[in-house]
């Protein structure tokens, strides 16, 4: 259990790791190429791990040299497996998704399967996707959630229509298999599309490999086939996701983070607009190209729709309890599939520190200005969850986490880091 002590005024420099979403994706079109490739500055986390680890399976040849990562890719021919293959993505939504495609890309068969909760989160509209592209894939339970079985022989092709509400993840995962494919791909999108800066990642990690897709907005996707990956060295930014905590940490003090290795004018990922939000909450921020200095303020609630930085709510949710007035967080319903039900967990342990959390369908209302008072609380096997509540135990004695070490699924050096940081002791907040 990790007891978290209330400081004051952060005052601190911290370089944040590499992006967990594009080094799974860029795993992915390494081990794709017909070549090696160098990731520099991969995030090694348990999630990215278990994408590498999938892809060894397959017989793409994976070696890590400090900070980078050496993959030497197959050209989309796979191992073919003789005997049914078991590939187990633990509680990794990304890897089961994303690598879904890929496995179908093979001949033999696979089951792909997770941990318990990995059992619950849906996966239906990928399976419905590639079975329309000729591929003979079904849930194991016919519930629409792993497991699932790939008797794969490659994927035809052809035109499919996704619906945007459930998760990007399905685009990514046709988009990134698509070169591969028998025939070219095209991919509809059936009302709006949740996510969309995650599908920006994956278009931009395929240019840097070499390949290119075709849209119109985010209503509509065309991979040609017979494109090539091309293997090559890659840098890995800064992950936006994980500066977040920090950011949220001096909000909540008063104080001031310089967060390097975030390039908030070049970056795809769409948590960078979390910024945007800062500020309106009342924070002061400053941008360099390859760094952002955050400055709390004296903050206000606000009405935010998420559904585009969906990662950002924990963080978000923190803010919200020590800012005045309202905050309502809106259309992020696909939280519920995440590692744990996110917006039922975030208002059962704040609520249960004191706050006052509406939990609606879509989404939470949070009034800030509560009395708060510490008491054990739970991560519910969230990552993200764990790493807010460090953020909330800053302004409220007696925080105590259970199953803190959630967070090697996307930040195994969070606890170390966050230990390290300097503070002025001095209550801003004291009359």
């Not at 050209?75 to 049914?84: C, E, L, M, T, Y």
């Not at 909760?117 to 849930?139: D, F, T, Y």
Request: glycine share 10%; charged share 25%; net charge neutral.
């Amino acid at each position: 259990m990790k007891a978290i002590r209330p400081k004051y005024r952060l005052s601190a420099t911290v370089r944040i790791p590499g992006s967990k979403s594009i080094t799974h994706r860029a795993i992915i079109a390494a081990g794709l190429t017909n070549g090696e490739s160098l990731l520099k500055d991969f995030l090694e986390c348990e999630d990215t791990l278990y994408t590498a680890n999938a892809l060894q399976e397959l017989g793409v040849n994976i070696s890590c040299e400090g900070k980078s990562m050496r993959v030497a890719g197959t050209g989309g021919k796979f191992r073919p497996a003789s005997i049914r293959k078991r590939l187990f993505l633990g509680n990794s939504g990304t890897s089961f998704r994303l690598l879904l495609s890929v496995v179908a890309l093979c001949r033999g068969e696979f089951l792909l399967t997770g941990t318990q909760r990995m059992l619950k989160r849906p996966i239906g509209p990928l399976v419905s996707a590639l079975k329309q592209l000729g591929v003979e894939v079904s849930c194991v339970g016919n519930n629409d959630c792993p497991p699932v079985l790939v008797k794969a022989d490659g994927i035809r092709g052809g035109s499919v229509t996704i619906p945007g509400d459930k998760s990007s993840q399905f685009v990514s995962s046709l988009l990134l298999s698509g070169p591969y494919a028998g025939n070219d791909i095209e991919i509809k999108i059936a009302g709006e599309l949740v996510s969309r800066p995650y599908v920006d990642i994956s278009i931009d990690v395929m240019a840097q490999f070499g390949v290119r897709v075709e849209r119109d907005g985010y209503r509509y996707f065309r991979i040609p086939r017979g494109q090539d990956y091309s293997p090559g060295d890659v840098t890995i930014q800064g992950d936006v996701s994980s500066a977040s905590y920090f950011w949220a940490a001096a909000a909540v003090t008063g104080g001031t983070v310089v967060t390097e290795n975030i390039h908030p004018y070049a970056t795809r990922q769409g948590d960078i607009r979390f910024l945007e939000t800062l500020e309106r909450m009342g924070c002061v921020i400053e941008k360099g190209s390859d760094r952002v200095v955050v400055h709390g303020g004296m903050l206000s609630g606000i009405d935010v729709d998420m559904s585009c930085m969906p990662d950002m709510v924990p963080s978000l949710a923190a803010i919200a309890l020590f800012s005045n007035g309202k905050t309502s967080i809106r259309n992020v319903h696909h939280l519920r599939f995440k590692e744990s039900d996110r917006l039922h967990a975030i208002a059962l342990e704040w609520n249960r520190l004191g706050g006052r959390v509406e939990e609606i369908d879509d989404g939470l209302i949070i009034h800030g200005g509560e009395r708060l008072s510490g008491t054990p609380v739970d991560t519910h096997e969230d990552h993200r969850l764990a790493m807010s509540l460090a953020v909330v135990g800053l302004r409220v004695p007696g925080v105590r986490i259970r199953d803190e070490e959630c967070v090697s699924k996307s930040f195994p050096q969070f606890w170390d880091m966050w230990d390290q940081l300097q503070w002025d002791q001095r209550d801003p907040f004291a009359c």
